[in-house]
Each structure stands twice: as C-alpha cells, then as structure tokens.
Nanobody, 117 residues
Framework: QVKVVESGGDLVQPGESLRLSCAASGNHVSIYLMNWYRQAPGKQRELVATITSSGDTNIADFLKGRFTVSGDNALNTSYLQMDSLKPEDTAVYYC???????????WGQGTQVTVSS
C-alpha cells in the first residue's frame, strides 16, 4: 500500500510563486511516474504535469513557461513549482503515483491553492 500526501498549498497573490510537494510512502515497489492534476470549483480535473522515474517531464501546454515539475532520484517525492500565479490557477492540486510492474495508482487527498489579491 502506498500513501500519497501533497503539501504546500496556500493563499497567494497574483504574480507570486508556490512550490507543492508530493510524498509517497509505504511498502511498495518503485514508482514509475507521478502526475499532478488540479480541479477548480465546478470544473473537471485536468492534468497539469508528469514526471517519470527516468526523469522525463511534461507540463500541460497551457502552463508551459510558468510551471515546472521535478523529483528525487527514487521518485518518492515530486515537486510542482508554480510561478507567476494567476487567479485562474486557483484549484485543489492532486498528486497521483503509479507503480512499476503492477500499474497500481494511488491518489493524495489534495492541497488547496488560492490565488487572489
């Protein structure tokens, strides 16, 4: 079983930066990849970023240039760096970990990011 915990959400002003963390723990095989999603009120959950255990990363096109994703070597932790935040970035941000071999998926509980003046 894997426990996934996001942290770092906060209330910030437009133009500020924030870094979210996603930590996976438990007795598990290695993690293949981590995804970051977000869900704003009344909207569908959308994919924000992906990082694989080999270090490959991808950011949603509409966020490129402002968001970056990184992780430790074992991909037990990933980080979502968010710069030049806008009010439309307000959402609950979720992390999902996918295991090697089994493909099992584990979600975190989410962390709230609010961008407002």
């Amino acid at each position: 079983q894997v426990k996934v915990v996001e942290s770092g959400g906060d209330l910030v002003q437009p133009g500020e930066s924030l870094r979210l963390s996603c930590a996976a723990s438990g007795n598990h095989v290695s993690i293949y990849l981590m995804n970051w999603y977000r869900q704003a009120p009344g909207k569908q959950r959308e994919l924000v970023a992906t990082i694989t255990s080999s270090g490959d990363t991808n950011i949603a096109d509409f966020l490129k240039g402002r968001f970056t994703v990184s992780g430790d070597n074992a991909l037990n932790t990933s980080y979502l760096q968010m710069d030049s935040l806008k009010p439309e970035d307000t959402a609950v941000y979720y992390c999902k970990a996918i295991l090697h071999y089994t493909g099992e998926e584990f979600w975190g509980q989410g962390t709230q990011v609010t961008v407002s003046s």
